[in-house]
C-alpha cells in the first residue's frame, strides 16, 4: 500500500459516515488486488505489504502496543492528548481514536492476508514459481491472519470473522460478531494451515514453521492447554542452533542489533519506513517526545539489582532527572519491533509446567532460572507451585516491560483486579470502535460501554 496515499484517504472517510468503514479499502490502493496479483513478483510484493501492514504505526509500529503498556502498572503518560489517559485510568470511550486507530490497522492487515490467500492459490506454477514457494506464501498469510485475529480477540473478545478480500465498500457489512471462542478458533484454524505450508526454516523477519509453532505456544497459554504449550514452546527452544538467550540481557537490542538468536519473530524497519516506537520513548534532549514514560515503580524495580539484574539498560535518565524507555533508541528509527522472542517461550513453558504441578515444577524453576540467570540473578527460592506462578509473573513484568505483555497478562490469569484494582471486568476489553458501529449496525457494542 502507498502509505501516504492511504493517509490522505482517511480524511475523506471521516468526512462521510457512509464511507467510514474499515472495509472501505479501494483495490487501486493496495498491491493485494486481482489487478495485481498475477504472478510470482507480484505476489511476493504482495506479502511484503502485508508485512508493512503488520508493522504500520497503529498496530505494532506503535499504537496497538502502546495500548499494552498504558493499561498495565510499568509506564506513566507524560504526554497531553487525553486519550492515551483512558487507558491509564482503565476508562476507555468508545470515540477514543486509538481504539479506532488499532481496529482500523489490524483489519487493513487482515484484509491483505485475504487478498493473498484468495489469490495466491490460484497462481499458476511456473519454473521460478514452484509448489513450495506459493505455500511458503500462502503459509505466510495464514500466519499473520492468525496474529491479526489473536490480537483483536484480546483486545475486543469476539469480533466479525471477515475471511475473504474485499473490493467495495459494502462486502462484509452485515456480518455480526463471532464469539471469543469462535475467534480463537479461527486463530488456530490459520495456524494450522500455516504450520503445514512453511517451511521449517529460521527466519526472524518472516513467518517459517517455527513461528508458527512459537506462537501456537502463545495461544494454547491463553486456552490454559499446558501441555500443548510444553509442546509447542520447547519445539523452539531445543532448536539451540538457532535460538538462545543472549548475554547479557541487552545483548539483542543494544548497538543496533537486529535478528539476533534471541528473536523468534520481530518486524524490520529502515530508515524510509521508521518505527514510531523511539519518538514516543526518547526525550526531548534525543530528538523524543517521551510521551510515555516508565512510572517510578518500575524504575525502582528495574534499578533495583536483586530484582532487574542487567535490565536496568532498559531505561535512562536525562540530566534534569527524567526517566525514559531505551529499548528504542535509534537514529533514525530502525529499531525492530518484537513480537516474539525466546525469553517469553522459557516463561510460558515455565508457567504451563507450574500449572500442571508436581513433577513438572522441577522443570518451572529451570526455565524460570534460564532467564533469571541471564539477567545476572540468582535463583528465585520458591519451589511451591503457587510462589512459582507468582514468580513468573513477576519475571514477565520486568522481562517484556516495554513489550506488550502486561496488560494482557493480568487479564488471562485473572489477576488484574487485585494488581491493578480493576474489578469492573468488563473493561477487561476495549469498546468496538463508535463510527464502525455507526456504519454497520449489525456489530454489537461490548457490555458497559455506550
Request: aromatic share 10%; glycine share 6%; net charge negative.
Amino acid at each position: 500500500m502507498n502509505i501516504k496515499l492511504f493517509l490522505c484517504y482517511i480524511p475523506a472517510l471521516l468526512a462521510a459516515l457512509s464511507c467510514n468503514s474499515f472495509l472501505e479499502v479501494e483495490p487501486q490502493q493496495s498491491i493485494s488486488d486481482e489487478a495485481t496479483i498475477t504472478n510470482s513478483t507480484s505476489a511476493e510484493t504482495a506479502v511484503r505489504g502485508m508485512y508493512r501492514a503488520l508493522a504500520a504505526e497503529n498496530y505494532y509500529g506503535t499504537t496497538f502496543q502502546s495500548i499494552g503498556y498504558l493499561s498495565g502498572d510499568n509506564i506513566e503518560w507524560t504526554g497531553s492528548r487525553a486519550t492515551a489517559g483512558q487507558f491509564v485510568n482503565h476508562d476507555v470511550r468508545a470515540d477514543n481514536e486509538s481504539v479506532a486507530a488499532v481496529w482500523s490497522a489490524i483489519y487493513n492487515t487482515i484484509n491483505r492476508t485475504n487478498h493473498i490467500i484468495d489469490k495466491v492459490a490460484v497462481l499458476p506454477l511456473e519454473p521460478t514459481f514452484t509448489q513450495e514457494k506459493k505455500n511458503q506464501l500462502l503459509g505466510e498469510a495464514y500466519f499473520v491472519r492468525a496474529l491479526a485475529y489473536f490480537d483483536l480477540a484480546r483486545l475486543w473478545g469476539g469480533v466479525p470473522l471477515y475471511l475473504n478480500p474485499t473490493s467495495t465498500s459494502t462486502d462484509n457489512r452485515g456480518l455480526p460478531r463471532s464469539s471469543v471462542e469462535e475467534t480463537f478458533a479461527q486463530v488456530l484454524r490459520d495456524l494450522d494451515e500455516a504450520e503445514i505450508l512453511l517451511p521449517e526454516t529460521t527466519n526472524r523477519i518472516r513467518a517459517t514453521r517455527k513461528t508458527a509453532w512459537a506462537l501456537k505456544a502463545r495461544y494454547y497459554l491463553y486456552q490454559k492447554n499446558w501441555e500443548q504449550v510444553e509442546d509447542y514452546a520447547t519445539r523452539i527452544i531445543d532448536d539451540e542452533a538457532n535460538y538462545r538467550l543472549l548475554q547479557p540481557y541487552g545483548a539483542f537490542f543494544m548497538n543496533d542489533a537486529v535478528a539476533t538468536a534471541e528473536s523468534v519473530f520481530e518486524l524490520a524497519y529502515s530508515a524510509t519506513n521508521t518505527n514510531g516506537h523511539r519518538g514516543n520513548w526518547q526525550p526531548p534532549q534525543l530528538g523524543g517526545t517521551r510521551q510515555w514514560a516508565p512510572n517510578a515503580e518500575f524504575v525502582t524495580l528495574v534499578t533495583n539489582p536483586a530484582i532487574g539484574g542487567n535490565r536496568s539498560v532498559l531505561v535512562d535518565r536525562t540530566s534534569d532527572g527524567r526517566w525514559y524507555g531505551n529499548l528504542y533508541y535509534r537514529s533514525p528509527a530502525t529499531d525492530p519491533a518484537y513480537i516474539i522472542r525466546i525469553a517469553e517461550l522459557y516463561l510460558i513453558r515455565a508457567e504451563a509446567r507450574a500449572q500442571q504441578g508436581g513433577a513438572k515444577l522441577e522443570g518451572a524453576q529451570l526455565d524460570l532460572q534460564a532467564v533469571r540467570s541471564r539477567a545476572g540473578l540468582v535463583s528465585s527460592g520458591t519451589a511451591t507451585q503457587n510462589g512459582l506462578l507468582l514468580a513468573i509473573e513477576n519475571e514477565r513484568r520486568i522481562e517484556f516491560a516495554f513489550e506488550p505483555h502486561r496488560w494482557f497478562d493480568l487479564i488471562r490469569t485473572g489477576r488484574a483486579a487485585e494488581v491493578l484494582g480493576l474489578t469492573d471486568s468488563r473493561r477487561y476489553v476495549l469498546p468496538i470502535p463508535a463510527d464502525q458501529i455507526l456504519v454497520d449496525r449489525a456489530l454489537i457494542q461490548n457490555d458497559g460501554y455506550n
